[in-house]
């Protein structure tokens, strides 16, 4: 397949959900896309629902109550295809209408939110799917691209100084803390954009998983522009 993302050693391209859900991740490729075009009025469904907290769960009965032109019927289709498809393979998917994440500013030499690049952890195998289906889209980047925070000297220290507990413990505190998730990027570095309208699986960490978990990070949101985002 010829798409952009191909140029990418992380990210396998496939044209079919049931592709999607049984290639398997080897070697670096720890991003897969399900790479489609679609057809309909997203922007139309962002307009017509009710933002009620700055991240807000969209449930299939609210967007099927939505009067809508034909182009926004067919963008509907769609993300209930979607939800249905990933339901049926076992996945608990969530849509959401999103005007920004919590911002972390309780430390000021680490961030811990999600617009810090980051990997998803899971004590059982899962992978992390999302598609965004209109708004500024989430970026990737090669493990071989970032350093983990905790391992970056001045940053490893400060940490030591906000421990109380002993040596033995530090490693549990960066752990359950969630310090140990975060990435920064080296100098260089060259971050994949997810744009709209794929369907992605991400390398999440779990005991299981034979590739390392894949480094992402939400986006800064577009001014005055919700986001509209599968996720599971």
Not at 79 to 88: A, F
Not at 93 to 120: C, G, M, W
Not at 169 to 181: A, C
Request: aromatic share 10%; net charge negative.
């Amino acid at each position: 397949m010829n798409h952009k993302f191909s140029d990418s050693n992380q990210i396998e391209v496939v044209s079919t959900f049931s592709e999607l859900v049984n290639t398997s991740f080897l070697g670096a490729i720890n991003a897969i896309c399900w790479h489609r075009d679609l057809a309909g009025d997203f922007k139309e469904i962002v307009s017509k629902l009710q933002l009620e907290q700055n991240i807000t769960e969209v449930y299939p009965e609210t967007l099927l109550d939505l009067r809508l032109s034909e182009k926004g019927h067919i963008a509907r289709e769609v993300i209930l295809s979607d939800l249905r498809l990933l339901t049926d393979f076992g996945a608990s998917p969530s849509l959401n209408l999103i005007k920004s994440y919590q911002r972390d500013n309780e430390l000021d030499f680490i961030a811990t939110d999600v617009y810090s690049f980051h990997v998803d952890r899971s004590p059982i195998a899962a992978d992390t799917f999302l598609c965004t289906y209109y708004g500024a889209a989430s970026d990737i980047l090669p493990n071989d691209q970032v350093e983990q925070k905790i391992l970056i000297p001045q940053i490893r220290k400060k940490l030591r100084e906000l421990h109380e507990g002993s040596e033995a413990e530090f490693e549990t505190f960066l752990s359950e803390n969630y310090f140990d998730l975060h990435y920064q990027p080296k100098p260089g570095a060259k971050a994949t954009n997810l744009e709209s309208g794929h369907l992605w699986r991400l390398a999440v960490d779990h005991p299981g998983q034979k590739v390392l978990p894949c480094v992402h990070r939400a986006p800064a949101e577009n001014d005055g522009e919700y986001r509209l985002l599968l996720i599971c």
